[in-house]
């Protein structure tokens, strides 16, 4: 049999805008004109290999775009912490402000309780011994010996004989207290006058002051003036206008110089009373103003007394003070007037109100 063959089947081509046939290399349709020129092409077909290289190729970039982030985030978190580290933050150095000088106020210094050997005159009467005379006063019969250079006990009646006693001294005894002030050399100042001034001694002003004795002072200078006796109330005194104590003048006050009652000049006090100091008064003493009564030793059986600081023109010595029995202690005695100022340092400055009173002496025995 013959074989018949088949040719190959040809897909028929169509005008695309008239669905009319025509021909595989038709350039236009001969039915309506349509360019057959233009007939868009199939786009190409991409296989599935293409489309895994490209997957795998942004996968690529997608993982070192992510390394390549992470490192820098890395990096910036790295330089935080070195940044916030201990020692990479600048300690904050306090400033400090500089804090004015405030003088601060005297202050009372007690005395410490100090023992003092005191030469008392006796005069030997009738059935005395030196055994006696050491019971009586307290001491051993050899230092009545030493003290008046005898080589046996034989004394007689009217003999005068030197005692040495020891006892606290009058301060402690008295419990006073030493406070300094400060006081402004004015003209005609000096150390002695300055002292009965103010109840003081020139030995206290010397070692207070760090001055060597004959040195000279001027006006200005500030001194410091220790006082035993002076009350709390004086430290205690306010910073006040100048005028306020004065009224109308603008000048501190000056009283005139105090007169002087009792004890009468020259008088003699029995051991067993007390002595009564009575003196002409001001008409009315400001808050910052003392009479100051300064009771000075004249021989040695007298003691050494603080000063006395009083708002009231009169002042009672106790028995408890007066000399022992058979014994005569000599005093002199005078008032003045006496102002505390507190200055804008704060410091207690000293002024003397009214002049030293006259002076008067006594016995007391």
């Not at 169509?14 to 868009?40: H, I, K, W």
């Not at 006063?137 to 080589?151: C, F, G, K, P, T």
């Not at 008064?281 to 400001?286: E, M, N, P, S, T």
């Not at 009771?295 to 009672?316: G, S």
Request: charged residues 20%; hydrophobic residues 40%.
């Amino acid at each position: 049999m013959a074989q018949e063959r088949i040719a190959p089947t040809v897909a028929e081509r169509r005008c695309p805008n008239c669905g009319t046939r025509v021909t595989r290399n038709a350039e236009s349709c001969f039915m309506c004109g349509y360019d057959l020129r233009s007939q868009t092409q199939r786009g190409r077909r991409f296989s599935w290999i293409d489309v895994i290289l490209v997957a795998a190729v942004l996968g690529v970039l997608v993982f070192w775009w992510r390394v390549g982030t992470e490192s820098v985030r890395e990096a910036d978190q790295t330089d935080v912490v070195q940044a916030i580290l201990p020692t990479s933050i600048p300690l904050m150095q306090a400033t400090v402000t500089p804090t004015p000088t405030v003088t601060p106020p005297p202050t009372a210094t007690a005395i410490p309780i100090t023992q003092e050997t005191v030469l008392l005159r006796h005069i030997v009467g009738a059935g005395e011994t030196l055994l006696s005379l050491a019971i009586q006063y307290d001491v051993s019969v050899e230092e009545i010996q030493r003290a008046n250079n005898l080589s046996s006990e034989l004394i007689r009646i009217g003999d005068e004989l030197t005692i040495p006693v020891l006892r606290d001294s009058a301060v402690a005894q008295l419990r006073a207290v030493t406070t300094e002030f400060e006081y402004i050399v004015t003209s005609g100042d000096t150390l002695s006058t300055i002292a009965t001034k103010f109840g003081s001694t020139v030995e206290s002003l010397l070692t207070a002051n760090k001055l060597a004795a004959g040195q000279f002072i001027r006006p200005g200078d500030v001194l410091i003036v220790p006082i035993s006796g002076a009350p709390p109330e004086a430290l205690q005194v306010e910073m006040e206008n100048p005028s306020a104590q004065s009224g109308q003048t603008g000048q501190p006050a000056t009283y005139a110089q105090l007169r002087l009652i009792a004890p009468q000049e020259g008088a003699v006090v029995s051991r067993t009373e007390p002595v009564i100091f009575e003196w002409a008064g001001v008409d009315q003493l400001a808050e910052n103003e003392w009479y100051v009564l300064q009771i000075l030793p004249r021989n040695l059986a007298a003691r050494t007394l603080p000063t006395t600081w009083t708002k009231q023109p009169t002042h009672r010595l106790e028995p408890s003070v007066a000399p022992a029995e058979g014994v005569a202690a000599d005093y002199a005695w005078l008032v003045s007037v006496v102002r505390v100022r507190r200055d804008a340092d704060g410091r207690a400055l000293l002024e003397a109100a009214s002049p030293i009173s006259s002076v008067r002496t006594f016995s007391w025995r």
